[in-house]
Structure formats: structure tokens, C-alpha cells
Nanobody, 120 residues
Framework: QVQLVESGGGLVQAGGSLRLSCAAS????????ISWFRQAAGKDREFVAA????????NYADSVKGRFTISRDNAKNTVYLQMNSLKPEDTAVYYC?????????????WGQGTQVTVSS
């Protein structure tokens, strides 16, 4: 069992920045590929960014390309999501999720989420 805990959310003005963290409970964290998702009120959950277990493969949703950066530090069992040039439409609960197989639609573990609110 891997527990994922997100942190770093908050209220920020449009154009500002936040860095989200996804910390894992186990040393086996480096065995998992990690993705960030978000869900705005009344909307479906959507993919934001993904990083492979080694960090050598990264993918972003078109809506965040050039503004968000995903990275990981396996020594600290943590994945980060640096969010710059934030827009009101980035407001959502952000979740990290872990999967053992890159490309699989199935994620074995999810965090509880952290709220990001961007004011205009």
C-alpha cells in the first residue's frame, strides 16, 4: 500500500505561482509512474501532467504546457508540480496518482487532493 499526500495548494492571484508536492509513504515510490489530475467544481476530472518512474518521460495536457512543470525526487519520495502564470480556469482540486505501468489507464493509488484557487 502506498499513501500519497498532496500539499502546497492555496489561494493565489492570476499570474501567480504555486508548487504542489505529492509525497509518498514508501521507498517503493520510485517504482511508480506519477500523474497529476485536477477536478473543478461541477466538471469531470482531467489529466494535467505525468512523469515516468525515472523522470525520463514527461507529458502535459495542452492547457498547461509552457506554464506547469512536473518533476520528481525519488530520494525524497516526492513529485512536484510547479505551476506558473496561473489562470482562474486552473482553479480545481489537484490530485496525484500512481500507476505501475506506464500507459495504463489504471492508477493503483490516489491522494486526497489539494485545493488550488486562482482569483482574477
Amino acid at each position: 500500500q502506498v499513501q500519497l499526500v498532496e500539499s502546497g495548494g492555496g489561494l493565489v492571484q492570476a499570474g501567480g505561482s504555486l508548487r504542489l508536492s505529492c509525497a509518498a509513504s514508501k521507498q517503493t515510490f520510485s517504482s511508480y509512474h506519477i500523474s497529476w489530475f485536477r477536478q473543478a467544481a461541477g466538471k469531470d476530472r482531467e489529466f494535467v501532467a505525468a512523469i515516468s518512474r525515472s523522470g525520463g518521460w514527461i507529458n502535459y495536457a495542452d492547457s498547461v504546457k509552457g506554464r506547469f512543470t512536473i518533476s520528481r525526487d525519488n530520494a525524497k519520495n516526492t513529485v512536484y508540480l510547479q505551476m506558473n502564470s496561473l489562470k482562474p480556469e486552473d482553479t480545481a482540486v489537484y490530485y496525484c496518482a500512481a500507476r505501475g505501468t506506464l500507459g495504463s489507464a489504471r492508477y493503483e493509488y490516489w491522494g486526497q487532493g489539494t485545493q488550488v484557487t486562482v482569483s482574477s
